[in-house]
């Protein structure tokens, strides 16, 4: 599909690389293209990043049909510009927009759109440790009716902002929040997808818990007892004897993050276990000294080390609130990987 372009003629003044946080400044433009049933794909466009033209009765305002995804391209050490993983990526966005009656763009549309707006915007992409470029491509249901069905036009949109940590703690441990009262996501809903549904449903427990002092939180299943995942991350439990995940339920979303540090224990000879875990086991391995250390993983943060765990009224510290030495092996081994210092021995790189 051709690309048609227009550039700004105004480029904003980039941001400062130590003053990145997360997700608060966007480049200069953005990718756009739209689907229309019998139709198919056609008006891929880049055009200067501002508001989207959308009709007040479009599908996504009054049913939700809004899907995302989340990725990132580094600038590495020789200067070459590099996507992690997009294929996985790409593979997610069409599997989560069947589940919302969404068109997913063709692998080559979300590919070449994606780098295509990465070259128009590359003096965007931070060099320091610890920054990258966040893509953040976007389905969304833009036909106009009254009447709950799938919408029959679908709006593909990519966004990129350079960012640096996630947290404001940056890579040091996390506090985290068990909740008990909401919950995210249940069997046959759409707890495995990435849609803007599935984070609206966990608000009110994140803001709850950062009013507490916490920076995430862990959601349980429908029984409260078996852990899901960590907000915006997926979990792991590094006991005496194996290393655990939660396995994927129906309600869990498949981080690629999360992905990519099971490819790396395997290739240790690590002993990682996909299976289901409660709490109740992971007070008790703490109890017991049996828990050596937990860490989130996710596209944003990379990993994070959990070093408290607040559950029925009492926090338990895991690892004295220090970095772990295996979150701090798989964090480097990754990292290293995404700024190419270390060989891509597992073919997650795709050069722009």
Do not use: C
């Given at each position: ?99 919302m009656c969404l068109e997913a763009p063709p692998k080559e549309l979300f590919m070449e759109g994606m780098k295509e707006l990465v070259r128009v915007d590359e003096r965007w ?68 997808v990435k849609a803007g549904a599935n984070y609206a449903s966990s608000l009110k427990a994140a803001y709850e818990s950062k009013q507490k002092g916490y920076a995430q939180v ?83 943060a990379v990993i994070s080390p959990i070093g408290v765990l607040a559950y029925k009224g009492k926090e338990w510290v895991i690892n004295n609130n220090e970095n772990g030495p ?27």
């Open positions: 599909m051709n690309i048609q372009k227009t550039l700004t003629s105004a480029p904003k003044t980039l941001p400062p690389s130590d003053k990145l946080g997360f997700g608060n400044y966007f480049t200069d433009h953005m990718f756009v293209a739209k689907y229309r049933e019998g139709k198919g794909w056609y008006d891929a466009k880049i055009v200067p990043y501002g508001p989207l033209s959308v009709d007040p009765g479009a599908s996504v305002f009054h049913y939700g049909q809004a899907l995302f995804e989340g990725m990132k391209a580094f600038r590495q050490a020789d200067g070459r510009v590099v996507f992690f993983r997009p294929e996985f990526n790409h593979q997610r966005l069409a599997e989560g927009a069947a589940r992409i931070p060099k320091e440790p610890n920054t990258s470029l966040y893509i953040r491509p976007t389905l969304i249901g833009t036909e106009a009716f009254l009447g709950v069905r799938p919408s029959l036009e679908t709006t593909f949109f990519i966004l990129l902002s350079p960012v640096g940590s996630y947290y404001s703690e940056g890579t040091k441990p996390i506090k985290i929040w068990t909740e008990e009262k909401y919950l995210r996501a249940a069997p046959g809903g759409l707890g495995s862990l959601w349980l299943d429908v029984d409260r007892q078996g852990i899901e995942e960590v907000g915006t991350m997926n979990v792991f439990f590094v006991f005496d004897n194996e290393i655990v995940t939660p396995v994927l339920n129906g309600s869990i979303l498949s981080g690629g993050t999360r992905e990519a540090i099971i490819q790396v224990l395997k290739s240790k000879n690590l002993p990682v276990v996909e299976r289901k875990i409660t709490i109740t086991e992971v007070v008790e391995k703490l109890q017991a000294g049996k828990l050596r250390e937990a860490f989130g993983t996710g596209t944003a295996l979150s701090k092996e798989l964090y480097k081994e990754i990292t290293e990987i995404q700024r190419g210092v270390t060989p891509d021995r597992f073919h997650w790189i795709t050069p722009l």
